[in-house]
């Protein structure tokens, strides 16, 4: 009888710690601000573990990405609701790729104004529509997607913008095209801390199908420079200044292998399986090594 009660207290507190290890948490980074990281379960549905943020304003809340879905978007405000009750004034999408921006159209229905930067908002007015028709390429079922509307960003900057929510200061920046061509990072300068967005991946490999290293390097250098303590990746746990070096050496050590490793062989798994020799070691190497390969060093053989 005592084995038996033990037996199930212990598969009870598995059972508790599996269910909170598979879900984001609000943490507060500073006053007002809070990182929406933590997630292992990088599954499809789960938006591929990707982060969010908010800053809370005397006026009301910023949100800072909304994930992959409506379903995702929900559980994201739900969370929202337990530490503030001011309204959802803005939303900012780092990047317009599926697992940061599917989930506006819950936020959009709030009243909240959807901003980007202008290069994204293009994309995803281009390919919001395609995403939804073709989610299940990208592994998702459609109870996952079930109530997803695409919410375009309806204001759009191209270099530079400043929110003043009411006693926090906030500046959306883009140096140059990187992860995406219109890829941004929210910078809080009075609490030196930055939403990276996908311009950083930590201890996942990073999605650099649609990437412009040169203009991400030169990105990764300029948020180098800045004053910052604490950065927010698009995927990974709270990060630093050291993540992005790491990042920065991260694309140039693999546009060097793979253009050296293309020029021999057309073969996408030999080429990926030679390249996690020498990439570090890092979450989701299965399939997003490779599809980089395919994507960025094979696609015109
Ligand atoms: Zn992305």
């Known amino acids: 009888m005592r084995k038996t009660a033990v037996l199930t207290t212990l598969v009870l507190a598995f059972t508790l710690l599996l269910a909170q290890a598979?879900?984001?948490?609000?943490?507060?980074?500073a006053d007002n601000v809070y990182s929406y990281v933590g997630s292992n379960d990088a599954s499809p549905g789960h938006s591929f573990a990707a982060n969010a943020g908010?800053?809370?304003?005397k006026e009301g809340v910023l949100v800072i990405d909304t994930l992959i879905s409506a379903k995702e978007g929900q559980r994201f405000l739900a969370d929202i609701r337990k530490v503030t009750d001011k309204p959802i004034r803005y939303v900012v999408n780092t990047h317009t790729h599926l697992d940061h921006a599917l989930g506006n159209c819950v936020f959009a229905k709030l009243g909240a104004t959807v901003i980007s930067?202008?290069?994204d908002r293009t994309y995803l007015a281009a390919n919001g529509a395609g995403l939804l028709q073709r989610a299940a390429n990208y592994g998702l079922k459609p109870e996952d997607m079930a109530g997803t509307e695409i919410a375009l960003p309806t204001l759009a900057f191209s270099n530079e913008m400043l929110l003043d929510l009411g006693g926090e200061e906030v500046r959306l920046m883009r140096a140059a095209p990187s992860h995406t061509a219109g890829s941004l990072v929210v910078y809080l300068p009075a609490k030196k801390i930055l939403f990276a967005g996908d311009i950083l991946f930590t201890d996942f490999h990073p999605f650099l199908a649609d990437g412009d290293f040169t203009g991400w390097i030169r990105t990764i250098d300029a948020l180098l420079a800045m004053d910052v303590d604490k950065v927010v990746p698009g995927h990974g746990p709270l990060s630093g200044k050291k993540d992005?070096?790491?990042?920065?050496?991260?694309?140039?050590?693999f546009d060097k292998k793979a253009t050296e490793l293309a020029a021999q062989t057309s073969d996408a798994d030999a080429i990926s399986a030679e390249l996690l020799k020498t990439l570090p070691k890092r979450t989701m190497a299965e399939w997003m090594v490779s599809y980089n390969v395919k994507s960025r060093y094979l696609a015109k053989k």
């Not at 598979?22 to 980074?29: G, H, Q, R, Y």
């Not at 908010?54 to 304003?57: D, K, L, P, S």
């Open 22 to 29: 598979a879900c984001a948490e609000l943490t507060k980074l």
């Open 54 to 57: 908010i800053v809370i304003g």
């Open 117 to 119: 930067h202008e290069a």
């Open 244 to 253: 992005l070096r790491d990042m920065k050496e991260y694309i140039q050590l």
